[in-house]
């Protein structure tokens, strides 16, 4: 999808100088890792600043990536969604506008392990992030089969990890069903190019492997 006109403004401001200005007042990023961070949540959401000055998402900032996800619900009506970020942030404006709950490092362990025995059941829709979900989480594979990526994290371990959440034993589909959701002209890009790249090379190896036997 594209960026809405005040992204694509932002995000093009902070890659090319490193600076955004949001409401006339400029955030800054001294360091490549800081730039990067603010291009990915830029790519995800109108960004503002909040009451204590940081970085952060209104709750009712555009993102035209929600308005994707919506798309997406709408397209499966009554079946349950895990959409997934790695920003704690945009998960939790992201979820109530879904009609979700949010899944992230902030909620605690006894609550999480309860959405995972009501996902499915009458929590239709998680919001959740990979720091959260990648590594110790079972069951959502019983009542799920369909996954949003708002983004893909910078990390090949946590993607691995986050990809088998719903592609485990005791899946009941046929197959899952993954929607990436790309910004146009954006790191987007470069997470996807890359991420095709590594599904490609593994389906080479399988493919070897087929030959051989």
């Known amino acids: 999808m594209d960026l809405s006109p005040v992204q694509r403004q932002m995000w093009g401001e902070m890659a090319a100088h490193s600076i955004a200005w949001l409401a006339e007042r400029p955030t800054v990023a001294k360091l490549p890792l800081e730039q990067r961070i603010r291009l990915r949540q830029m790519a995800l959401g109108e960004v503002s600043f909040d009451a204590e000055g940081a970085v952060a998402?209104?709750?009712?900032?555009?993102?035209?990536?929600?308005?994707?996800?919506?798309?997406?619900?709408?397209?499966?009506?009554?079946?349950?969604?895990?959409f997934l970020t790695d920003s704690e942030r945009f998960a939790r404006i992201a979820a109530p506008r879904l009609g979700?709950?949010?899944?992230?490092?902030?909620?605690?362990?006894?609550?999480?392990?309860?959405?995972?025995?009501?996902?499915?059941?009458?929590?239709?829709?998680?919001?959740?992030?990979?720091?959260?979900?990648?590594?110790?989480?079972?069951?959502?594979?019983?009542?799920?089969?369909?996954?949003?990526?708002?983004?893909?994290?910078?990390?090949?371990?946590l993607n691995e990890q986050v990809s088998g959440r719903l592609n485990r034993t005791g899946q009941q589909a046929d197959k899952i069903v993954r929607y990436t959701l790309v910004a146009r002209n954006t790191a987007d890009?470069?997470?996807?190019?890359?991420?095709?790249?590594?599904?490609?090379?593994?389906?080479?190896?399988v493919d070897k492997l087929h030959v051989d036997l």
């Open 100 to 157: 979700a709950q949010p899944f992230t490092g902030r909620v605690p362990k006894r609550v999480r392990n309860e959405l995972v025995d009501r996902f499915g059941v009458d929590v239709p829709y998680l919001v959740a992030t990979y720091q959260a979900i990648a590594e110790g989480t079972d069951g959502l594979q019983a009542h799920c089969h369909i996954e949003v990526l708002f983004n893909i994290a910078d990390s090949p371990v």
């Open 57 to 82: 998402f209104a709750p009712d900032c555009r993102s035209t990536k929600i308005d994707a996800a919506l798309k997406i619900q709408a397209r499966h009506p009554g079946e349950p969604i895990l």
């Open 189 to 205: 890009d470069d997470h996807f190019d890359r991420a095709v790249a590594n599904m490609d090379a593994r389906r080479s190896e």
